[in-house]
């Protein structure tokens, strides 16, 4: 990106050769500055030779000895969830001993409002006319001096409905409407890096349409990066849900991101590994989002591969506890679309950056890179591998085959039997764990049950690796609206009276 055009934004949203050249840079600066790290390159030549020639060793070793090929890649896979289950353990103990920044109220209201930076809120929204109203309450309800914010509401120049949902609420001197010409990729990474060439923030955040942050969230965020070294670059908010009570998949899912969010984020954090960003209440030092190539437009989890790539520039994420509210999926359609998506990202996201795995090796070093690896390659692969184990189980349980003996020789039937009891008893532990520290006693008997929500996670990580391969760049959208509530009811309520008062 060039440097930023001094003119009104109102003057840059009318030149058309300043928006072409906007919209050229939103889809091609990543690929022009390298396209092998970028996702618009789903799989290098590399990748496609050491995978395919992976793929065909296996078949043939699998054709001509089957039984010991199915006992190794039962043995590789065995290991690897141990691996995994003690380094998520790890994180999470360090989460819950050190947890997120705290910035009291007391102190980022006391810093003057001369010495606040420009902030620049990017809201990219498409298909959603019916929160526009929601998301100008949430934007006017930041305590933030009014001369220094700048909100944009991205929305495609094709979506009619939300545009006109837009103008319906009238003028407002807060918001300004930013239309995106449309062009493939249709995503909203693209749609973010064409609102930053009309930003005039020092800090850029982003917020979903649906949001309902913590009104001190901007100055809490000014306050995180005043105290934290220049190595910190972005900040990340926590987020929840204010519909948690919707359904059994809302408490499932509203247990799920407490655990990331209040937990294993921080504790990522406290290790110096990449932290891959939630899509929402992530605060950049403009500067740096510049020089780092802001997002990759074809990458479908956008957020993530940004926070893999900040650690790979030398810098650093913090988490902050400052909560912001999203609207939890109620349909199981919908949150199977939603997640496939979050798989295939993470997938994308690991591809690119191990393109140049030595690099990476001597920028991260090997802790954080082996981290990055189980946690960015492993949670989607071992997603997919749930269900394979599971069928066996049931053909154990069903039978007990006498061809098992042979597939689970001794040392991995005893660690897959400490992988089923131990690591299962422990996924549930650390929801009982986060439930009950984040004061949502209600969501137990959810907790307990939780591995019924394993098993969708399971069929969208299936679906999201055959998008990887067929589909890589293809964004499936999110509906919104569909809660059952408006967010009032006692348990939402509580929730973000807890991240307020636990920030302050």
Known sequence: MTARDPRPVAELLDDPEYRDAALYDAVE?????????????????????IGLGAVAIVVVLWVLFPIPTTATLISIATIVYILALLDRLTIFRRGLVNGAI?????????????ELPRYTVLVPAYGEPEVVGDLIAAMESFDYPRDK??????????????????????ENDLITVVLVPPADPR?????????????????????????KPDPLQLRRAVAA????????????????????????????FAADYGIWFSYLLPGIMVSRAPIPLGGTSNHFRRDVLDEIGAWDPFNVTE??????????????????????????????????????RWYKGYMQTWLVHMRRPVALWHI??????????????????????NMVF?????????????????????PIYYLSLISLIFGNGAAIYMNLIAIREDGRSRLMWSAIIVPAYWMMMSVAAIKGMWQMLFNPSYWEKTFHGLAAGDGSDESATADSSAGASGAA
């Open 225 to 252: 990066f005043r105290q934290e070294d220049d190595s910190v670059v972005c900040v990340q908010g926590k987020l929840n849900f204010h519909n948690p009570r919707d359904n059994i998949l809302t408490e499932w």
């Open 390 to 410: 599971w069928l066996i189980m049931v053909v154990w349980i069903a039978g007990q085959p006498p061809v098992f003996a042979d597939i689970f020789p001794g």
């Open 364 to 385: 991260l070093g090997p802790v954080a890179w082996y981290r990055f690896t189980l946690l960015i390659a492993g949670t989607p692969l071992i997603a997919c591998m």
């Open 187 to 211: 995503t909203k990474p693209k749609a973010c890096n064409y609102g930053l060439h009309f930003a005039t923030g020092d800090i850029v955040t982003i917020f979903d349409a649906e949001d």
């Open 149 to 170: 914010l700048q909100v944009l509401l991205l929305l495609e120049a094709d979506d009619e409905p939300t545009i006109t949902a837009a103008r319906e609420v009238g």
């Open 303 to 340: 957020d993530a591969d940004l926070g893999v790539r900040i650690s790979a520039n030398g810098y650093r994420t913090a988490v902050l506890d400052s909560l912001t509210l999203e609207e939890a999926n109620v349909d199981p359609i919908n949150w199977i679309r939603q997640r496939s």
């Open 29 to 49: 600066r990543l690929r022009d500055i390298d396209p092998v790290m970028t996702a618009s390159v789903p799989f290098s030549r590399g990748q496609k030779i």
């Open 102 to 114: 705290m910035i009291p109220e007391v102190v980022a209201r006391a810093i003057p409002d001369d």
